[in-house]
């Protein structure tokens, strides 16, 4: 029974996290500004790294954590730099 549910409840999370990368990826695409582009971009690589989270729980396997761990950490950068970008105008000073 709690297998079934794990399963049920992982497949669930998937839909909901793919739905949410649609969502996202319309905001990255109609923006109306530059800043809502990037809190789009934000929005996208966390859905695309629990979409991989959960990938590897129901796999059962590490590669896809090895990847979403990459994934939030480039993430993090390149938020930081578009949004110092869109500070400053220059991302090295």
Sequence with gaps: ???????????LAQLMLGAAMLCTTWRVLRGPRAQDRVIGLDALYVCGM????????????????????????????????????LMRGEVIE
């Design 1 to 11: 029974m709690t297998m079934t549910v794990l399963s049920w409840s992982l497949l």
């Design 50 to 85: 629990l979409l991989l989270l959960t990938f590897g729980i129901r796999s059962g396997t590490s590669v896809y954590f090895e990847a979403a761990l990459v994934i939030a950490l480039l993430g993090f950068v390149s938020t930081a730099a578009l949004a110092k970008f």
